[in-house]
Nanobody, 127 residues
Framework: QVQLVESGGGLVQAGGSLRLSCAAS????????MAWFRQAPGKGRAFVAD????????YYADSVKGRFTISRDNAKNTVYLQMNGLKPEDTAVYSC????????????????????WGQGTQVTVSS
């Protein structure tokens, strides 16, 4: 079992930055690939980025490529999402997720491939 808790969301103006954190408890965090998803009001959950168990591989949705950076610190059992150049369309609830299949591979973009989820943190970008 892995428990995930996100933090770092908030209200920011367009063009600003936020850093989200996802703290994991439980066993073998470093054996899981991790991802961030987001869900905007009235829309389905959308993939943002994922990272392999070692942190050596990452993959991004086209909508955030070049603006967002996913990283992890296995010693701290934490995964991060650095968000720069935020836009109003980035407004959503952001959730982290853990995947134990193919932990060395990235590009798993569908939510059903993930085994554990956090409760989410709200990010609101004003224009």
């Amino acid at each position: 079992q892995v428990q995930l808790v996100e933090s770092g969301g908030g209200l920011v103006q367009a063009g600003g930055s936020l850093r989200l954190s996802c703290a994991a408890s439980g066993r073998s965090f470093s054996s899981y690939a991790m991802a961030w998803f987001r869900q905007a009001p009235g829309k389905g959950r959308a993939f943002v980025a994922d990272i392999s168990w070692s942190g050596g591989s990452t993959y991004y949705a086209d909508s955030v490529k070049g603006r967002f950076t996913i990283s992890r610190d296995n010693a701290k059992n934490t995964v991060y999402l650095q968000m720069n150049g935020l836009k109003p369309e980035d407004t959503a609830v952001y959730s982290c997720a853990a995947r134990n299949r193919g932990p060395g591979v990235v590009g798993y973009m569908t939510s059903f491939e993930y085994d554990y989820w956090g409760q989410g943190t709200q990010v609101t970008v004003s224009s």
